[in-house]
Structure formats: structure tokens, C-alpha cells
């Protein structure tokens, strides 16, 4: 079964401050990685990752993936309040089943609070 | 461009009532389609997803059903509600086979809340 777990699972910041989230995984026939934001409703794309070693970057997100240790990490530096959301991984797997095809397994998100 | 169309987006349902929830896709054909819940503080649990018209791979057991009677056109259903079928519920679509690597494209969601 495709497992991803994110740490922590809340953190609680000041504005300014640079944070670093975590996901480690699971899956079988890995196929990429992703990060979302979640304020309110839908999630919004941030990052999709699948070569280990090459950091992604935008604005002040930056992410990057390690195919051996089986994990990712997500970096904000220089938060904001808008900052302040849920963090979704999630991870691509390719499944052998009848239908042979990819599925997107989440983990269960880090909740970040910027504090003015 | 494509978009995708989650509907209704609050419900509120008696214990016992049926639900169905409707997502479409336009601007697309043959896409991946997908039912997620998330419950309060949770991540997103995926329920259902379709590769095509009529195939539909069930993740974890439950009193929910889906069905794709169109290729760009996903239903979850319910003859039953219960309490615990609470949640916000997210529609999502990814390209389909011909394509590689791609991100989610999610709906709105709708929050549901059994009485």
C-alpha cells in the first residue's frame, strides 16, 4: 500500500522566519512528487518533483527530492502571513492493475500558522 | 483551456438520505478522474478513480459509490449517509495515459455535513 507521511504535522512561526516541511513516502513505482497549498478549498499546484537532487524554486518556496531516502522537503524562507495554510505532498505511483495507471496518494499535511 | 465543475458546494443531509456529487471536466478528453475526502485536519483521502467510462477502482471499502457515464463526467453516490461520511469532498482530474508527470487539477470541493 502507497504510505506518505508528512511532519510535522502543525507548526506555528513568526513572520520572517524560514521553514523547512517534511515528507517521506512509499510507493510503488514512484513516478513524481508533488506539493499543494490549501487555504481554503481547492489545492493549488506548487512544485512537482522526479529527478533526486534538483531543487525547484519559486519566489521564496523552494523543494527538493531524494529518490534514495525516499523523501522531500519543502522551504519557505522569509514568511508571510500568506503563507499560513495546509502544505499537501503527494506522490505518483504507477499501479499494475487492470487498468494500469497512475494514482496521486496524500499525506495528511503540515498545517503552518504565520504569526505577525 | 480546461476547467473543472464541482458541484454543489455546501450540502447539508440528514443520517439515512442518498447523496450524489458531481464533478465534470471540459476542455479535455480521456482524463484521469478522481474522488478524494478530507476530513477536518486530515490530508486527502483518495475514495475513487477512473481511468475510463465505466472503470472505476474502489480505494477503501465504505457506503460510497462512483460511477462515469461520460468520459468527462464523475459521480459519487451514496443510497445511505452516515454521520462519519462527513467531510469536505475534492474532485480532481490528471491527463490521461498519453501523458507523463503532470499535476492535479482539483475542483472546489464540496463540504458536506450529515445530520
Known amino acids: 500500500e502507497d504510505k506518505v507521511v508528512q511532519s510535522p504535522l502543525s507548526l506555528v512561526v513568526h513572520e520572517g522566519d524560514t521553514v523547512t516541511l517534511n515528507c517521506s513516502y512509499e510507493?510503488?513505482?514512484?513516478?513524481?512528487l508533488l506539493w499543494y497549498k490549501q487555504e481554503k478549498k481547492a489545492p493549488t499546484f506548487l512544485f512537482m518533483l522526479?529527478?533526486?537532487?534538483i531543487e525547484k524554486k519559486s519566489g521564496r518556496l523552494s523543494s527538493i527530492l531524494d529518490k534514495k531516502e525516499l523523501f522531500s522537503i519543502l522551504n519557505i524562507t522569509a514568511t508571510q502571513t500568506g503563507d499560513s495554510a495546509v502544505y499537501l505532498c503527494?506522490?505518483?505511483?504507477?499501479?499494475?492493475?487492470?487498468?494500469?495507471?497512475?494514482?496521486?496518494?496524500f499525506g495528511t499535511g503540515t498545517r503552518l500558522t504565520i504569526i505577525p | 483551456s480546461q476547467t473543472i465543475h464541482q458541484w454543489p458546494a455546501t450540502l447539508v443531509q440528514p443520517v439515512g438520505s442518498p447523496l450524489s456529487l458531481e464533478c465534470t471536466v471540459e476542455?479535455?478528453?480521456?482524463?484521469?478522474l478522481y474522488w478524494y475526502r478530507q476530513a477536518a485536519g486530515r490530508g486527502l483521502q483518495l475514495l475513487f478513480y477512473?481511468?475510463?467510462?465505466?472503470?472505476i477502482s474502489s480505494e477503501v471499502p465504505q457506503n460510497l459509490s462512483a460511477s462515469r457515464p461520460q468520459d468527462r463526467q464523475f459521480i459519487l453516490s451514496s443510497k445511505k449517509l452516515l454521520l462519519s461520511d462527513s467531510g469536505f469532498y475534492l474532485c480532481?482530474?490528471?491527463?490521461?495515459?498519453?501523458?507523463?508527470?503532470?499535476?492535479?487539477?482539483f475542483g472546489q470541493g464540496t463540504r458536506l455535513t450529515v445530520v
Open positions: 480532481a482530474w490528471t491527463p490521461g495515459r498519453a501523458y507523463l508527470n503532470t499535476e492535479a487539477f
Open positions: 510507493v510503488t513505482n514512484f513516478r513524481s
Open positions: 522526479t529527478s533526486s537532487g
Open positions: 503527494a506522490v505518483e505511483g504507477h499501479t499494475i492493475s487492470n487498468f494500469g495507471n497512475e494514482k496521486l496518494t
Open positions: 476542455g479535455t478528453s480521456n482524463p484521469n
Open positions: 477512473s481511468v475510463g467510462i465505466g472503470q
